[in-house]
C-alpha cells in the first residue's frame, strides 16, 4: 500500500473516532427541559394565575440568558385552568402531550390532587408554588410545595379574632380545599379559645347572598371572614348594604383587583393574611418587582403569588441547572430532581430564607396580618 | 578525559541541580497547596460559618427579650423563620463539619454541644410562641411569666453556652488559621530560598565547569592553530604536544603525521627541483657553447663560399635563421633557471615613467607596423619590482605589436585602476584575437605559441605570469578573434 493510501485511510479512521467521540460524548448530556405551568388565567383567581406564570416566565428568561453550555436551556407552556380542578388532568395531558414536560407547576390545590397518580406514573415532577398544607405535605414523593403554610397563614385571622375579643364569627367559605383548609383552621383555633363560629359554603360563581345575608343578619355576628375569591365582593357590598357593620376578615386573596370592584369599595378594612416585600428578603424582593415592572409594564396588587412563584421556580432552576454534572447516566430525571431539591439546605430567596422538609413542603414563609386601605392598598396591622 | 564525557558530565551536573530543585519545589508546592486548601476549605469557612452562627444565635437571644417584653407579629415571624430554617440549616452545616473530625478531636466535643443546645433551643422557642399566641397572652400574668422564666432560664443559658461553645471553637480554629497561613507562608518562603540557593550553585558550578571544559578545548585548539600556520608558511616537521588523550589530542596526532609527511614531501621535491635546476643549467650551459661554435665556424665558412650562388644565399639564410633560434631559446631558458626566489626589490613606480621607458624601447616596433599607444592611469602609482613591471609592459605591448591586424592600424590601450585590493592594469589591443576556447589552456604555457607563423619562443606570457604570481597578483585575458585582447594584471596595492 502506498503512503498516500495509509494517509488517506488515517485520516478516514481519526475523523469516524472523532464522530463517535463527540455522539458517544455527548449522547446522554441534557439539552433541554420543558416546564409546563396550570395556572388560573381566566375566570377566576387569575392573580393566582397570571402573575405567578410571569415571574416564572421572568425567572427561567434570566436563567436562559445566564446558563453555562453544560446547563440545560429551559422552555416554559402555559395552559389555564381557570381554578377548576376538573381542568387539570387535560391540561396536563396537553403540556405532556404537545411538550414532553419534565416538571409541572400548579397553583391549585385541587388541581395539584387531581394529577397525583399521572405525575407518579410518568415519573414528572410537580411543584406548587402558592400553598402548602397539610393534606399537601402528605401527597405523593413526586410533588414539592415551595410556598407559605395554609394553616399559619390563615390561621393569622382566628388569632386577630381572639386579639379583638369577638365572640361570634360567621366563615363564608368557597367550595375548594384550600379555602376549606383555611376556613378550618380558623374554626379549630376558634374552637379552642371557645368563641362560637360557623362555617357557611357558597356556591361556586355565587354573586347573590341576599339569602344569607338575611339569616347572618338574624344571627348577629360580631365578624365576617370571607375565604373566597373575587364573588365574595358582591357579599361584602351586599352585607354592609343591609346595615351589618361587623368586622370584615379575608383569605390571602383579597388584594385580587376584581373583588374590590365588585365590593365597591366595602374591602376597606378587611383584616387579611398577606405577604409584601418587607415580609421576605427586602432588597431581592424590590429587585425583583422592579424587574417584574419593567418587563411587563405593570404593577402588582397582589405580590406574593408573584414572589412564592419566583422563588419556587428559581429554586427547581437552582437544581435542575446541575443535571449535566450531578446526574448519573443510567438515574432517572424525575428520581435525580427529587433528590437533588430534597439535599437542598437553604435556599436564599425573595419571600426570605427557605428550606425544603423530607415530605417536599417548604419553611420559611410567614405572612403578616394586614388591612386593605383602597384599590391595590394595603397597610400592616399594628397589633 | 574526552570532551564528549566532559561535555555530559557538564550537562549532567547542571540537569541533576534542575532536577533536585523541580523535586524539592515540587515537594514544597505540594505542601503548601493542602496547606492552602485547608485554609480555603477547612479553616477559613468554618470561622466564617461560626460568624454566622454566633450572630444568629445573638440575634435570636436579642428577639427573644424583645418579643417576651412587646407583643409584636413581625418578631414571631422572625423567630419562625430563625427556628424553621436558618438554626437546621445552621446546625446542619456543623454536624458535616464535625463528621470530618476524629472522634479524640477536642474540637469534636464542642460542636456536639454546638449542635445538642442548638436543638434544645429550637424546641424552646417554639413552645415559647404557642405560649404567648395573642395580645391577650401578654395581659395573662401568669403566661407572661412563664415566658419570661422559661427565657431567663432555659433559652439565655443555652444561648450563652452556644455562644462560649463557638468562641472557643473560633479561638481554635483562629490559631489553626493562623499556623495553616504561616506554614503556608513558611512554604512559600523555603520555595523561594531553595529555588534561590539551587540556582545560584547551578550558575557557579555551571560556571566553572563550562571555563574547565572551554580551556581545555581552547588550549588544545590554540596549539593546533599555532601547528598548523607554522606548516602553512613551509615549518614543514614542526610537532605539537597536546594533554591528555581526548578528541583534539587526537587531532593533534594527525597533524604531526601530516607535518612530517609533508616534510618528507617537500625534501623530496626540493631535491628534484635542484636536479632538474642543475640539469637545464648543464644543458643550457652546455647546449650554448656548440651553439656558438657553429655560428662561429658559420661565420668562418661562408668566408670561403660564393655568397652570389642563389643556393649557397638560401642555405646561409637559413642557417642564420636556425642558430639565431637556438640561441634564443637557450637565452631564455637560462633566464628561467636563473629565476630566484623573490628578491625585496619593491619600490614606488610611477606607472607613466614605466610606460615611457618600454614605449622609448619599442619605439621602432610600434613605428613599423604605424601603431598607437594610448594610456589612462586613473591610479598613478604602483609599490612593486621595477625589473618586473617593466617585463609586464614589455611583453604585452611588443605581443600587440606582433600579432596585429594587418587590415587595421593598430591601437593599444592601457589603463590603471583600484579594484578592491589590487591595482588593475589593462593592455587592450585591436588585434588578431585569441580564440579563448582551445588556446586559454596553452596561452600562459611554457614555449607555447598562438601564431606559429610568428617570431617569439612562447617564454614571454609564461614568464610574467610567473612573477606576478610570486609577488601576489594575477593575470586574466578577456579576447575575441579577430577583435582584439585584453589582457588585466592585478598587482597587489601596496601603497
Redesign the interface.
Known sequence: MKIKSYFVLFNQMAFIALIVCLTGCSSHEIKEINIGYIGPLTTRATDLGIAPSQAMELVIEQYNKQRAPNEPKVNFFIEDDQWDKKNAIPAYNKLRKEHNIDVLFISNTDGTIAVQDKILAENVILVNPLNNDHLLASLNKNTFNIAKSTEDAMG?VA?RI??L?LQKVIILQYPNDFMKRGAMEVKRILDEVGIENKILEVGVGQEDFSDDISLMQTEAYDAYVFFGYKEFGFAMKQIREVGITAQFFGATTMMDPELYDNSEGTLINTEFPFFTAK?GNYILAENFLNDYENKYNEKLFSVWPAMQAYDAMRLTLNEIKKVNKDKKETEAFGDWLIESILKM??YQGVC????INEDGTS??I????YESTGKGEVS?IN? | MKIQKKLIIAFGFLIIVLLAEIVINQVITYRAKNTFIELKENSGPTLKLLDEYKMLNRELGLLNNTWVANYDKRAVNKINALVDVELPHFKSKISTINKTLTANDSKSKLFEDIIDQSEKLIVLNKELINILVTKQDYEDKAKLKEARIMISQQTAPIHFMIDDGINRLQSRYNHQYESSQNELLNNLKSASTIIFILGIIGIVVGFIVARQVVNSILDSIYKLSDLAQKVSAGKFGMQTKLKGNDELALLGDSLNIMSHRLEEIFNKNEDKIKELQEFAYIATHDLKVPVDNIKGLHIALMKGLDLEDERTKQIKEYLEISTDQASRIIADLVKVTQEGDLEDDEEELRLENVFKEVHNNLRMKIKAVDGEVSTAFEYPTVKFSRRVLISIFQNLISNAVKYHSPNRKLKIDITAKIEGDYLCLAFTDNGLGINLKTQREKLFGLFKRIYTQNEGSGIGLYMIKRSIEKYGGKIDVKSEVDVGSTFYVYLKNKT
Do not use: K
Open positions: 393569622l388569632l381572639i386579639q375579643n415580609d439546605e437553604h426570605g430564607n427557605l428550606r419553611r420559611g410567614y405572612f403578616s396580618l400592616l397589633e
